[in-house]
Nanobody, 122 residues
Framework: QVQLVESGGGLAQAGGSLRLSCAAS????????MGWYRQAPGKQRELVAD???????NYADSVKGRFTISRDFAKNSLYLQMNSLSPEDTAVYYC????????????????WGQGTQVTVSS
């Protein structure tokens, strides 16, 4: 089992910034893609950004130029720097990782964090 612990959510004013963190621990051999998703009330969960083991990044159009995803391979940690926040960014943000648990298997597992609330006031 892998545990993901998120932190850094909270309340921000429009135009402000927040930084989310996610730390993965447990039976991990290697982590492949890590990503941030969000779910606003009444809406489906959507991808915000992800980053591969090679460092390639992918962003939702709505956050390009405002959010930056990064990871610390040594710490199995993931970050999301969110700038120029708008009320439309209000949602629960979830950390997601795809990983393998053994050097003897290429089977990829998926794990989700518990979510952290981000609220942006106008």
């Amino acid at each position: 089992q892998v545990q993901l612990v998120e932190s850094g959510g909270g309340l921000a004013q429009a135009g402000g910034s927040l930084r989310l963190s996610c730390a993965a621990s447990g039976r991990i051999f290697s982590i492949n893609t890590m990503g941030w998703y969000r779910q606003a009330p009444g809406k489906q969960r959507e991808l915000v950004a992800d980053i591969t083991s090679g460092g390639s990044t992918n962003y939702a159009d709505s956050v390009k130029g405002r959010f930056t995803i990064s990871r610390d391979f040594a710490k199995n940690s993931l970050y999301l720097q969110m700038n120029s926040l708008s009320p439309e960014d209000t949602a629960v943000y979830y950390c997601n990782v795809h990983y393998t648990s053994s050097r003897f298997s290429t089977y990829e597992y998926e794990s989700w964090g518990q979510g952290t609330q981000v609220t942006v006031s106008s």
